[in-house]
Nanobody
Framework: QGELVQSRGGLAQPGGSLRLSCTATTQIFRVYSMAWYRQAPGKERELVAI???????VIEDVVKGRFTASRDNAKNMVYLQMNTLKREDTAVYYCNAGLLEFGNYRALDFWGQGAQVTVSP
């Protein structure tokens, strides 16, 4: 089992909702910021959300207003709540642990196993 373990993804209709979760080891969770990325077929992996150690979040413009991110310090878990899903949200979603450096997130080589999210009528 790796340092980051994700829940399964799922299938949703356009306009629907899904929630992803990711459990980290205590050491990872205490030291690093966390983030969610996604990778659609034929596209590069893109950053979706950052969850800082103090719980503050940064949501990327591409999903702002529809997705939220959070963390549960008691459970060493982070979440990605996805609402008003669109077909273009279809991708494999990954959680990551990394560092915030001068306001920029730098992903470290701690990745969840990925979760397929499919949005289709």
């Amino acid at each position: 089992q790796g340092e980051l373990v994700q829940s399964r993804g799922g299938l949703a209709q356009p306009g629907g909702s899904l929630r992803l979760s990711c459990t980290a080891t205590t050491q990872i969770f205490r030291v690093y910021s966390m983030a969610w990325y996604r990778q659609a077929p034929g596209k590069e992996r893109e950053l979706v959300a950052i969850i800082q150690r103090d719980g503050r979040t940064v949501i990327e413009d591409v999903v702002k207003g529809r997705f939220t991110a959070s963390r549960d310090n008691a459970k060493n878990m982070v979440y990605l709540q996805m609402n008003t899903l669109k077909r273009e949200d279809t991708a494999v979603y990954y959680c990551n642990a990394g560092l915030l450096e001068f306001g920029n997130y730098r992903a470290l080589d701690f990745w969840g196993q990925g979760a397929q999210v499919t949005v289709s009528p």
